[in-house]
């Protein structure tokens, strides 16, 4: 349930609402809007009796959340969340472009790749430390050390930087170097991970699981959101199908789903999904024409000696002309968007941040 206040309640009046709320052993989250404030009700084991509630000094609706996540879904939020990642603001009509290698190899090898994307037009730097392989024989990252590039990286070139946790063991010390923790797409539904994640003060990127309908991912983002963290980026990496001329498919029309159903900002990552470079360009130019918030595209200057996905790592001249071929894709979008999304009282003017 959602109780949604009246525009003029005072803090007092909210402050018993959440009082009363707790009183019937439930735990209520206070969500300011705009225009005013809605306090959630969470752990209810069945229907909250809405006409107590109704009754309360200060509250305007009681509104049932159909829904079973509810601080991630547009009931509880109809304005779109923004997440501010250092000075770039992810999810307000901006299209938020992120870059990097796969994995973080040497200092010299993120600074290249790090000071062509910058160049290019990105915004955030990516780069994995602690990697997730298949193969236990692969490169697993630098771990600690590639941190530390990456904070090198943050320090030289001005770009905040994403980078994944892969466990809980590494959460703490992740979190101290990132700006943007990821999630990836094989931990989407390790609870215990989402948990340490709720309570992180950075911002979480969560990929959608490797084949994770959507209703399970944004159940994923309810466990981060309801651990306290509000700042959850939404990523699109496709899903495992039983097609074989990309590695996995792109599922597009999960953007247009997830804007409806969810305030969260969501971006799309290519690379993942094709697994091939070729498909990697193409694909980047549907996710700013679907309306994604923003890209996470794998760049690398010698993807043929990269330790991990360079089969999928544009060159950096091949960045380079991806970023001015979506500039227009995205000017065209963005009334469009617009409109489409008219019933929603959220996006307002996208413009590409530079
Ligand atoms: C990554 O982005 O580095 C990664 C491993 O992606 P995914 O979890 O989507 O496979
Ligand atoms: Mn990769």
């Not at 006409?51 to 509104?63: D, M, N």
Request: charged content about 20%; aromatic content about 4%.
């Amino acid at each position: 349930m959602l109780i949604v206040m009246d525009r003029k309640a005072a803090p007092g009046e909210v402050d018993s609402v959440v009082a009363a709320i707790e009183s019937r052993g439930y735990v209520a989250r206070p969500i300011p809007g705009g225009e005013r404030v809605a306090i959630c009700v969470l752990h209810n084991k069945g229907p909250v009796d809405a006409s107590y509630f109704l009754g309360l000094s200060g509250v305007k609706e009681a509104i049932p959340v159909t829904h079973p996540y509810k601080l991630v879904s547009r009931e509880s939020q109809p304005e779109d969340t923004v997440v501010q990642v250092g000075d770039v603001s992810l999810g307000n009509g901006n299209l938020t472009i992120i870059a990097g290698p796969c994995a973080i190899e040497s200092e010299e090898q993120a600074l290249t790749i790090a000071r062509c994307v910058k160049s290019a037009g990105a915004h955030i730097f990516r780069g994995g430390a602690f990697k997730p392989r298949t193969s236990p024989y692969a490169f697993q990252g630098l771990g600690e050390e590639g941190l530390r590039i990456l904070a090198k990286v943050r320090e030289k070139t001005g770009m905040p930087v994403v980078t994944e946790a892969i466990d809980r063991e590494v959460f703490d010390l992740v979190e101290t170097y990132a700006d943007v923790v990821q999630i990836g797409a094989r931990n989407m539904q390790n609870f215990s991970l989402l948990r340490r994640a709720g309570r992180s003060v950075k911002p979480i990127m969560l990929k959608r699981g490797l084949s994770a309908t959507i209703q399970e991912w944004l159940m994923a983002a309810e466990y981060i959101m309801e651990g306290g963290n509000s700042q959850v980026i939404l990523c699109e990496r496709g899903v495992r199908t039983f097609a074989d001329h990309s590695r996995n498919t792109l599922d597009l029309s999960s953007v247009p789903v997830v804007q409806k159903e969810s305030h969260l900002p969501i971006i799309v990552d290519p690379s993942h999904a094709a697994g091939r470079r070729a498909q990697v360009t193409p694909l980047s130019r549907a996710a700013v024409a679907v309306g994604a918030h923003g890209i996470m595209v794998e760049v690398h200057h010698a993807p043929e000696s990269a330790l991990s996905d360079g089969a999928q790592s544009l060159y950096p001249h091949q960045f380079e002309l991806l970023c001015r071929e979506i500039e227009p894709i995205f000017g065209v979008v963005r009334p469009q968007s617009h409109q489409m999304q008219d019933d929603l009282p959220t996006l307002a003017g996208r413009r590409l941040a530079r």
